[in-house]
């Protein structure tokens, strides 16, 4: 499966952006998704995932009432909502996907298989 994410910008803190990702195939609602985010210097960290049916959700503290994720397996896309950014939410944000779908640990990178290309999301104070 390809990944394309967008729908990453420039925003004020407080603001909010929507990211979206974008895969190709027919078997989109076989993989569980989720997004990833790198700021320079820093590893890349864990900030949602959803199950294959959208039922299921995880989050990483830091973004725990402020983001949200969804999908539209019809449409072949997931989501995140950001709201109330912080300049610490600076960071090119992938999103990937799991062959695995509903199994093993979301939160852990080495669990997808693919990886889109990221986007940029820059949160300004």
């Not at 019809?74 to 709201?83: F, G, P, R």
């Not at 799991?98 to 199994?103: I, L, Q, R």
């Given at each position: 499966?390809?990944?394309?994410?967008?729908g990453?910008?420039?925003?004020q803190?407080?603001?909010?952006?929507?990211?979206?990702?974008?895969a190709?195939?027919r078997t989109?609602s076989?993989?569980?998704?989720?997004w990833?985010?790198?700021?320079?210097g820093?590893e890349?960290e864990?900030?949602?995932?959803?199950?294959?049916?959208?039922g299921?959700?995880?989050?990483?503290?830091s973004?725990?009432?402020?983001f949200t994720?969804?999908?539209?397996n019809?449409?072949?896309?997931?989501?995140?909502?950001?709201?109330s950014?912080?300049?610490?939410?600076?960071?090119?944000y992938?999103c990937?996907a799991?062959?695995?779908?509903?199994?093993g640990?979301?939160?852990q990178?080495y669990?997808?298989d693919y990886?889109g290309?990221?986007?940029q999301?820059?949160v300004?104070?």
């Open positions: 499966v390809q990944l394309q994410a967008y990453g910008g420039l925003v803190a407080g603001g909010s952006l929507r990211l979206s990702c974008a190709s195939g989109f076989r993989y569980g998704m989720g990833f985010r790198q700021a320079p820093k890349r864990f900030v949602s995932a959803i199950s294959r049916r959208g299921i959700t995880y989050y990483a503290d973004v725990k009432g402020r994720i969804s999908r539209d019809a449409k072949n896309t997931v989501y995140l909502q950001m709201n950014l912080k300049p610490e939410d600076t960071a090119v992938y990937a799991d062959e695995e779908g509903d199994y640990n979301p939160r990178g669990e997808y990886w290309q990221g986007t999301v820059t300004s104070s």
